[in-house]
């Protein structure tokens, strides 16, 4: 598997980022499947296991973005706040950058209230069917409820 350089110049586009995750996923499930090679057979197929994990990341992205659009329409004062917020905070609108996204305070509370009452992933649960070390720190046991 090829990664790219530091310096390296990446085309921008969707199918690109797409790729880098999708890179850095089957990094992982590798890293995974080497500390536990019984997890899976030679004939075993990540790439099911890739898009799961693709399509769950794209999927809770959706729903939260879609609570938090109800929300601002149910409570106007809210929506006017964070306008007022971004106005005063980002000096050019057009083009935010990280620093203007972390001096965003009523913003990310109102995410983070959003993302309280309406959970993308409200609970998994899953019962560990035998040991699992995930990492050189971290071991599932037989038999634990996973949440």
């Given at each position: 598997m090829n990664f790219p350089?530091?310096?390296?110049?990446?085309?921008?586009t969707t199918k690109d980022k797409n790729m880098d995750l999708m890179i850095l996923i089957t990094k992982t499930l590798l890293d995974v499947f080497k500390d536990n090679p019984s997890v899976a057979g030679d004939e075993y197929d990540w790439r099911?296991?890739?898009?799961?994990?693709?399509?769950a990341g794209t999927e809770t992205v959706t729903s939260a973005l879609s609570?938090?659009?109800?929300?601002?329409?149910?409570?106007?004062?809210?929506?006017?706040?964070?306008?007022r917020e971004i106005l005063q905070e980002v000096e050019d609108p057009s083009t935010?950058?990280?620093?203007?996204?972390?001096?965003l305070t009523y913003l990310e509370k109102s995410l983070n209230e959003c993302l309280r009452l309406n959970p993308s992933v409200p609970a998994i649960l899953r019962k560990a069917t035998k040991n699992t070390k995930l990492c050189r720190l971290?071991?599932?046991?037989?038999?634990?409820?996973?949440?």
């Amino acid at each position: 598997m090829n990664f790219p350089r530091k310096n390296s110049v990446v085309k921008n586009t969707t199918k690109d980022k797409n790729m880098d995750l999708m890179i850095l996923i089957t990094k992982t499930l590798l890293d995974v499947f080497k500390d536990n090679p019984s997890v899976a057979g030679d004939e075993y197929d990540w790439r099911d296991e890739r898009y799961t994990m693709l399509g769950a990341g794209t999927e809770t992205v959706t729903s939260a973005l879609s609570f938090f659009s109800i929300l601002l329409a149910n409570h106007p004062d809210v929506q006017e706040n964070i306008y007022r917020e971004i106005l005063q905070e980002v000096e050019d609108p057009s083009t935010v950058n990280i620093s203007d996204l972390r001096s965003l305070t009523y913003l990310e509370k109102s995410l983070n209230e959003c993302l309280r009452l309406n959970p993308s992933v409200p609970a998994i649960l899953r019962k560990a069917t035998k040991n699992t070390k995930l990492c050189r720190l971290s071991n599932i046991f037989k038999n634990v409820n996973l949440e």
